[in-house]
């Protein structure tokens, strides 16, 4: 489902969900 219209904003949001999963796990 990768928008190529918009790449760095999938990148951005990739990179958003990773930190705030890693900020979760890291709080659990």
Not at 1 to 28: G, S
């Amino acid at each position: 489902m990768a928008d190529p219209m918009m790449p760095e904003y999938n990148i951005a949001r990739l990179a958003t969900a990773i930190r705030v999963k890693c900020c979760i796990e890291h709080r659990l």
